[in-house]
């Protein structure tokens, strides 16, 4: 591996695990067993590598997405596995990221909002094809749909009540995807949901 990807690799980690105002160029130095000169020599300040990792972040997830499609046998059975995907990222991610984000970095954040733009388009082209393979129901507006399911599940992460009341954070999305699905599918559609149901409780104990 590259000095530039091993840097962008560990401060990636370091960005989802502490957000960008806890993560410093001294920390990510140290996590990569580099000079900071050498980390300057890459990188000449922290927004450079705070946009980089961003970047190389997204470019990994649309390339995992796209195996993951290229790879299933119908659309809700692809979706399940971009959400397991999804669901691991959402775990290792710090609360505050989003929200340090926004204020430190308001230019990156924005680039944040305009992909979760192309998330919805992207979701809704993939329940329009799962209309055609009978799983979605037909009256569905698939790009109402979309939009609905993405900002409920960035306002459940970003929302600081889910603790208040006690819940487990991972279970309210859990349930937020399935209740989503459910609400949507045919009865054919249903059948193929109840196959991974028992799947994705058994992510919740590991």
């Known amino acids: 591996m590259e000095l530039k990807d091993h840097i962008i690799t560990e401060a990636t980690e370091l960005l989802q695990r502490i957000g960008p105002t806890?993560?410093?160029m001294d920390m990510v130095a140290r996590s990569c067993g580099i000079s900071k000169r050498t980390l300057y020599e890459t990188f000449p300040d922290k927004r450079t590598l705070v946009k980089d990792c961003l970047?190389?972040?997204?470019?990994?997830h649309n390339d995992h997405v796209k195996c993951i499609f290229e790879q299933s046998e119908n659309c809700l059975m692809a979706l399940f596995n971009v959400y397991a995907h999804v669901r691991e990222a959402m775990r290792s991610r710090?609360?505050?990221f989003v929200?340090?984000?926004?204020?430190?970095?308001?230019e990156?954040?924005?680039?944040?909002?305009?992909q979760e733009r192309h998330f919805v388009d992207t979701l809704a082209q993939v329940l329009t094809r799962a209309q055609a393979e009978g799983h979605v129901l037909p009256d569905i507006n698939t790009r109402i749909a979309a939009f609905l399911f993405?900002?409920?599940m960035r306002?459940?992460?970003?929302?600081?009540?889910?603790?208040?009341?006690?819940?487990?954070?991972?279970?309210?999305?859990?349930?937020?995807?399935l209740n989503f699905l459910r609400g949507i599918a045919t009865n054919e559609g249903q059948q193929v949901l109840n196959v991974h149901v028992d799947e994705l409780r058994k992510q919740r104990n590991t």
Do not use: C, W
């Open 99 to 106: 929200a340090d984000l926004k204020r430190l970095y308001p």
């Open 22 to 24: 806890s993560m410093t």
């Open 155 to 177: 306002n459940l992460h970003e929302n600081d009540r889910v603790e208040e009341y006690g819940l487990p954070r991972i279970e309210v999305f859990d349930d937020a995807f």
């Open 150 to 152: 993405v900002s409920t």
């Open 108 to 114: 990156l954040f924005a680039r944040q909002r305009e």
């Open 94 to 96: 710090s609360r505050a």
């Open 55 to 60: 970047e190389m972040e997204h470019r990994r």
